[in-house]
């Protein structure tokens, strides 16, 4: 008996090495039996797909998979474990366990880092440590003894896809005799024991003969008595001998059935050589690149000037979840290296009908340091995009990395030639596929968008029954019940005598029992209504932004949600509400609730105004909508980053979650993603000219063939256009010099030093702050400019970053310009366009711009407020002494409390301070509850406080700034309140407010702004006097 365990692959695995990451491997360990996985070099997310079969000896055993960090220097460093049981294995179904995540657990439970990380595996007991009898099928209705024959004369641990006795005569069911039919019909026995297997060997008369040729003849079948058992053993000594006569189709028909629905493994970490769509179904084209004899490898070959090419059979390993090949060749001699042997193992890893992964690795033991090193090329065979006519199309993806067995002082000039000859050599590969099979031309690729979205209906949902699937539970039901049940009573009950400290109209429990009844019905019905407010405020924001057509010209984004599908379930009653916020350059669309769902569907469209460049990021986010009052718990988020991403990709994609909740459930929503500029071709020469006037320099628009080397050196997707590229040094440990690219959305960094290549890029949103430092010796007499990222962002130019602070934010320090003045003052202005908010620029451009500051003593305005009509939208006198009333400003406790009785939460503000003898100034922010904003905005604003003309009261102007609410970065909003003291009154005052917008941008949308946020103002200022006035009035 074996246990058979294939490890897969990890993700979040500690980091335990002082560059961030790990170096980590796998080693398990059965009883005294020990074996190990590869190292994967500088990866959090490693990828093993090895398979290991250990030998049980007894079931109490476990199985201990460790996951560790190799150190090359000291001890290998633990990163996490895992235990199983094998009894836990024998008594799931099948014997298997199936392919999971296992949560990683640290050494002990004092450890204060628990959060270790997953690791994938697949475990199975196996009899005769072969996963194949697993994957055969076996049909009831239609299942003839010849059939059952044939089935069971496939089975191997070892199968031949391409064996030269495949076609045998001798393997055919109909070429057998009629006595083989008979016998085998004869000998069907469903009771077969181990022992008795093992008995049946030692029978004299069920001994069998093994031959010498590759055939089964009805001769050498023995003729014993009917036994079932002597059938098994037949074919578990027989069969292993002899090829199996399933085709290359076959056994992908096998590996599809097999399929434990893993994700398509991830690119190689040494680069991507080839990303190429193809007018051709996926199973075709796995078959023209992976077939036994292939045309396309022999032309290949040829091209190559390879020799001696010899390809294996495909076979099943031992373990049968892989299918595996070996490939041998004479590679041709180049400038360097003679003419020398290659060996290729493929593997496939995955096969599931429309998705074919092989991992290939090529080893050259006869070249000086072969045995150091592998060479590792991965084959992803996905559908590709969708064609005007709905043609079938595929998508390739190869990428490569260096696996080095043993380290070498030779690794960078290995690693170095390995990666330019990989490159030139599929070069070559790309151009004879392409004479193979026709690329798909981008200009035919895709649906318009007007077809993709008009086949998409949004699901009807009856309100009736809607509203019997919310309510029909144990709580309304009961509550119903018991409400009837009182009143019923109320109604038969004759009316009780007036005792104790009741009087008429007022009748009090007389009992406990009548206490806790009546308590019970008061905490139901509270519950209820509160579903009832839940459900209507749900109601009514149902399809909000669903169907809204974008406004302007420029870059539209259209969003399709199709669907979502394993939601975490966080109500009581298994299911969540689940809805969807969509940001995208600071401007948000929400979708339907959809009501007691964990794999939703929406159909919904949501579309975003034209903007003038096109958007880096579009962030969703998925809540769980549980009521006006309470905050809504996030089911999960994710990031769909268009830099990075190919837009025909998007235009059908499956998007995972991540966060707690959404990793636990494999969470994921399906998109269909689309973005366009509706300007034509002058879009670039329009942001260029723009953009001159912030930078105060010319800027030529690229040549078609330096934006595309742009593109292709970052991986940038076709619409990304170059705008300026400066010489300058990178300081890290060591000052390197390159050359740092800036685009619309993109600044990145690129060296080449002795073949050694450096390059990173990050967003312009990712930018948190830059600094600029004045020359020093170090800086070679040139100033330096700091760019300091955003928390958690530039994960991938990590290695680009000279410190990273205490806060987890990278430093990247730029110097040695040869253009400093311009190098400034473009990356600057690209800055300010993309990452910046409204307010962040305008309070930018008030500290550059000078002889304007914040105050005007002539006016005595001290917020510059002039762009601003205001207009009263409260005049009042309050019964509360004026010194009372300004307390609402002083930061303290009354303040506090009526802000939060207004629906200001997280509420905070930052002591006064002094701008001059009589002006003072501070900061408040602040969140929105949702009963004020389903969209949960945020407000940053400034006030500034001084006494008036008279001196007889005080005026308080406001400036502030929305955030996360639709078209918040449109306007900032000015407010204005005067308190006056009235002489004859000692405990009034008189209180104005005014109001008014200070609009950045044009929007057909101001006036149904100004009336919604007026009437907003206007109901939040009476119900915060309103409290002030009762504070008071309770304090006295």
Known sequence: MKLLVRVVEARNLRAMDLNGLSDPYVRLQLGKQRMKTKVVKKNLNPWWGEEFSLRVGDLSEELMVTVMDEDKYFNHDFVGQVKVSVSEVLDAENKSLGTAWYTLQPKNKKSKNR????????????????????????????????????????????????SPFMNSPLRSPSAMGSEELHFFREEKSPVQTFAGRLAQIFVKNGETTCTTSRGIAASDLPQTPKSGIYEESVFDNKIEEHSSESSFAEAMKILELKDQGLEVPSNLPGGILVDQSYMV????????????DPSFTKSLAELHGTTELEEGPWRFESDAECLKRVVTYIKAPSRIIKATKAIEEQTYIKADGKVFAVLVSVSTPEVIYGSTFKVELLFCITPGPVLQLGEETSRLVISWRMNFLQSTMMKGMIEGGARQGVKDSFEQYVNLLSQTVTPVDSANIGLSKEQVLASLQVESQSDWKLTSKYFLNFSVISTVFMGCYVLTHILLAMPSTIQGLEFRGLDLPDSIGELVVCGILVLQGERVLKMIARFMQ????????????????????TVALIEGSSLAAVDSTGFSDPYVVFTCNGKTKTSSIKFQKLDPQWNEIFEFDAMNEPPSMLELEVFDFDGPFYE??????????????????????????????????????????????????????????????????????????????????????????????????????MILQGRLFMSARIIGFHANLFGHKTKFFFLWEDIENIQVLPPTLASMGSPSIIIILRRGRGADAKHGAKTQDEEGRLKFHFHSFVSYNVANRTIMALWKAKSLSPEQKVQIAKDESEGKGLQTEESGSFLDQEDATLSEVYSSTLSVPMNYFIELFSGGHLERKVMEKVGCLNYTCTPWEAVNSDVFQRQISYKFDKHISRYSGEVTSTQQRSHNADRNGCVIEESATLLGVPLGDYFTLRLKYQVEDIPSRSKSCTVKVYFGFAWLKDTKNQKRIVKNVRSNVSDRVKVMFHQVEKEYNTGK
């Open 538 to 557: 749900a109601r009514a924001q149902r399809g909000s932004d669903h169907g809204v057509k974008a406004q302007g010209d420029g870059w539209l984004l």
């Open 115 to 162: 959060e270790c990380g997953e690791v994938l595996l697949t475990i199975t007991l196996s009899h005769n440590s072969s996963f194949l009898d697993e994957t055969m099928l076996y049909d009831d209705d239609q299942g003839t003894e010849t059939e059952k024959y044939e089935d069971a004369a496939s089975e191997s641990s070892s199968i031949s896809l391409n």
């Open 281 to 292: 179904s996926p199973p075709d084209l796995n078959s023209i690149l992976f077939s036994p």
């Open 632 to 733: 809504a718990t996030s089911l999960g988020h994710a990031e769909i980053n268009f830099v990075k991403s190919n837009l025909s990709d998007l235009a059908d994609v499956w998007v995972p979650l991540h966060g707690k909740l959404a990793q636990a459930c494999q969470s994921k929503l399906h998109l269909r993603v689309f973005l366009n500029d509706t300007r034509g071709s002058n879009v670039v020469k329009e942001y260029l000219t723009k953009m001159e006037k912030e930078v105060g320099k010319k800027l030529n628009v690229r040549s078609p063939q330096t934006n595309s080397a742009f593109q292709k050196l970052f991986g940038l997707p076709p619409e990304e256009f170059l705008i300026n590229d400066f010489t300058c040094h990178l300081k890290r440990r």
